[in-house]
């Protein structure tokens, strides 16, 4: 499968060919959908916590007679009924962990890949250097490939001046080929990525893989 290869200007320079283990796979969406899932349930932290009735502050006398008054009965201060009481059933410290075959998850990110190509979301450019942080030249790459939404960037490696450049653009983000991830690929409606970024993805994940990463 053969893609064209633009540079900085938007002009077509060369032609890829594209791993069609990797980017040509058919769209699975309930393993997308689960990898999405278990991507943002890894992220909670799980650190909610509220206190129960024997965690809260407060006397633990019985605040008035059992009999005789004409209230209720009432044992303790903590009660969850009474004002600064305990929580019912609140939030507890847990994890939200779940787990996924490797496979499945590597499946996931082949699928959205090729979902963008399908669509004409993927813009494979040469390269992209950059003397210093230049939001505004960062800002014309981007005119001259035709990008008017979110887009991602896939870098064979991380470049300090690129990551910065794009920190002050509404929807544009970039990152390592290596951590590709579901969540990054579905909210970003184009992926640009590198000639070298491209063939780090395929060693990661198409049939001549060398390389394990976590999906």
Excluded at 167 to 193: F, M, P, T
Aim: glycine residues 8%.
């Amino acid at each position: 499968m053969k893609v064209p290869v633009y540079n900085n200007q938007g002009s077509e320079v060369d032609q890829i060919d594209l791993d069609e283990s990797v980017f040509d796979i058919p769209m699975n969406e309930a393993v997308v959908h689960q990898a999405m899932v278990r991507q943002r349930a890894n992220a909670r932290v799980g650190t909610a916590n509220t206190k129960t009735r024997s965690e809260v502050s407060g006397s633990t006398r019985k605040l008035y007679r059992q009999k005789g008054t004409g209230r209720a009965r009432a044992g303790t201060l903590r009660s969850p009924l009474r004002r600064h009481g305990g929580i019912t059933f609140g939030p507890r410290p847990r994890s939200y962990r779940q787990a996924m075959p490797k496979k499945m998850r590597r499946l996931a990110i082949k699928c959205l890949l090729s979902a963008k190509v399908d669509d004409g979301e993927i813009k494979v450019i040469d390269k992209i250097e950059m003397s210093g942080p230049k939001t505004k030249d960062m800002k014309g790459i981007l005119g001259a490939l035709e990008i008017d939404r979110s887009a991602l960037i896939a870098l064979a490696s991380a470049d300090s001046n690129i990551i910065k450049s794009v920190k002050n653009l509404y929807g544009i983000d970039a990152i390592e080929a290596r951590q590709l991830n579901v969540v990054d690929l579905l909210s970003h409606k184009n992926l640009i990525i590198t000639t070298d970024a491209v063939r780090t993805v395929e060693g990661l994940w198409g049939k001549g893989q060398v390389v394990a990463v976590e999906g």
